[in-house]
């Protein structure tokens, strides 16, 4: 049975993190496929209200996934238009994958806030549980509240040693003009640039 990998998030902009946490996945995770869902409002962050366009959002998406083998981007939940629960994006992915087991990739807040998710058993009966610790500090809390979930579906716990980075602090430092080009994929630099986005 193929594995389908399910990566959301704003992805404001997406960066070298993103794309090294996908090919870590891909690998511990044994997937056969990558699908990039950029949120269109996400539920832990409606009060947000400088987020750059889906249109946006989503070219960049697609710039960095060009580059990437057995990755795609869906946008489903931008042409939703509505808050982005991931349960329903899931069971849009099972009638996209019928035959396939879908992962849930997320970070470690993610796993540990996964209990107000909503309707976050079903999200863990729609797809497995992929969850990325990026610090060696947190493996203990993973595993114990990957033991807690367990009972609810499969969890798996993997290790990303990419540098931190956040969105948000890309954000700030293109705000200030400053060179983030080691942080972001080629194409996307060329098209924030190109759109002038992020500078005001």
Not at 137 to 151: C, P, Q, T, V
Not at 158 to 176: H, W
Request: charged share 25%; glycine share 6%; with cysteine.
């Amino acid at each position: 049975m193929k594995r389908i990998g399910i990566y959301g998030g704003s992805f404001d902009p997406v960066h070298n993190g993103h794309i090294h946490l996908a090919k870590t996945a891909m690998e511990g995770l044994s997937l056969d496929e990558i699908v990039f869902v950029p949120a269109n409002i996400s539920p832990f962050k409606q009060d947000r209200i400088d987020v750059t366009s889906g249109e946006h959002r989503l070219a960049m998406l697609r710039l960095a996934a060009e580059d990437m083998e057995n990755v795609t981007v869906s946008g489903y939940e931008l042409n939703a238009q509505s808050v982005s629960y991931t349960v329903y994006t899931l069971r849009h992915m099972k009638e996209v994958y019928p035959d396939c087991q879908l992962v849930l990739l997320m970070g470690s807040d993610g796993l540990m806030s996964l209990e107000r998710w909503f309707c976050w058993q079903e999200i863990m009966s729609l797809a497995e549980i992929g969850c990325v610790s990026r610090n060696g500090d947190d493996g203990d809390k993973l595993r114990k509240k990957a033991e807690i979930l367990s009972k609810f579906g499969m969890v798996h716990i993997f290790s990303d040693n990419a540098l931190p980075m956040s969105s948000t602090e890309i954000r700030s430092a293109l705000k200030k003009n400053e060179d983030c080009s080691c942080y972001l994929p080629e194409k996307v630099v060329e098209y924030i640039v190109r759109h002038h986005l992020y500078n005001r």
